[in-house]
């Protein structure tokens, strides 16, 4: 059974950095790619950056420069630093495969960003 934990998340000012992460269990995480994704208040969820096996790794436009993400295969964690936060950073973050498998979507974190 596959369990995503995410943590890390809060509340910041603008300009502000955190950074997230997520523990997984279940699979086999080192062949797996992974995805951090968010879902601001009254919208759809998407896709905030994505990290290959080798390490490869692809962001939204929206963060490209600001986040950056990683993982640690000793440790089955991925994680996402986020910095110059902004108020349209604000959603719960969560992370999953990439593709996402549905039933395996954690609670997610929740991330606020203040003027």
């Known amino acids: 059974q596959v369990q995503l934990v995410e943590s890390g998340g809060g509340l910041v000012h603008a300009g502000e950095s955190l950074r997230l992460s997520c523990a997984v269990s279940?699979?086999?995480?080192?062949?797996?790619?992974m995805g951090w994704y968010r879902q601001p208040p009254g919208r759809l969820r998407e896709v905030v950056a994505t990290?290959?096996?080798?390490?490869?790794?692809n962001y939204a436009d929206s963060v490209k420069g600001r986040f950056t993400v990683s993982r640690d295969d000793a440790k089955n964690t991925v994680s996402l630093q986020m910095d110059s936060l902004q108020p349209q950073d604000t959603a719960v973050y969560y992370c999953?495969?990439?593709?996402?498998?549905?039933?395996?979507w954690g609670q997610g974190t929740q991330v606020t960003v203040s003027s």
């Open positions: 990290i290959t096996p080798s390490g490869a790794t």
């Open positions: 279940g699979i086999t995480f080192r062949i797996r790619t």
């Open positions: 999953n495969q990439n593709p996402p498998i549905a039933s395996s």
